[in-house]
């Protein structure tokens, strides 16, 4: 099977890594053929006190899991909370100028709305150089858009949680697994 973007333009383009390679905008994605999730994953998906959608390429990574309708389904009828961290800077083609509000979007339209209920944002300065590099490379600082995130009713849990190891931007594993264990006692506890 392959994953198929559906770009802006109309194009239809097959296969993750090409559609990373067309650096241009994806409306939908889905698959050329009917996909099963996993029975192991839908029952972790059901037990779960906390589910995490993880940073990464937000359109070729984390969506493909998401476009899977018993996934949606059982994401939807779970009673845990869902915690989204949030990509720290754009990705060319795939996010460009998006804000948190934005990559939330991507998520809530294969979930449904409301079902992210808290997200994780690095709010710290990128060091200069890097961002100079990352601009060189057409990405930016994802902007947290405070006020439309909370007119959606959603948790902002905001920190510095950007590290720099080997020339790229990573999220501080530490700083945000803390952030993430924290949320999940003050919300389930």
Do not use: W
């Amino acid at each position: 099977m392959d994953l198929v973007g559906i770009m802006t333009d109309g194009r239809e383009i097959y296969g993750e890594a090409q559609i990373t390679q067309a650096r241009s905008h994806i409306r939908e994605l889905h698959y050329d053929k009917p996909v099963h999730a996993n029975p192991d994953v839908l029952k972790a998906v059901a037990e779960a006190d906390l589910i995490v959608f993880s940073s990464g390429s937000l359109l070729t990574s984390i969506t493909p899991h998401i476009v899977i309708p018993e996934i949606q389904e059982a994401v939807r009828r779970s009673s845990a909370r869902t915690l989204y961290v949030c990509n720290m800077i754009t990705q060319p083609g795939e996010t460009d100028d998006y804000a948190v509000s934005t990559h939330i979007d991507v998520l809530e339209r294969y979930l449904g709305t409301g079902v992210v209920n808290a997200v994780i944002a690095n709010n710290g300065e990128l060091p200069h150089d890097v961002r100079l590099y990352a601009k060189s490379e057409g990405k930016a600082p994802v902007v947290i858009d405070r006020e439309q995130i909370r007119r959606r009713g959603i948790r902002l849990i905001e920190d510095n949680i950007a590290v720099v190891e080997d020339g790229y931007i990573r999220h501080d594993s530490l700083k945000t697994a803390y952030l993430m264990f924290a949320y999940l006692m003050n919300e389930t506890g």
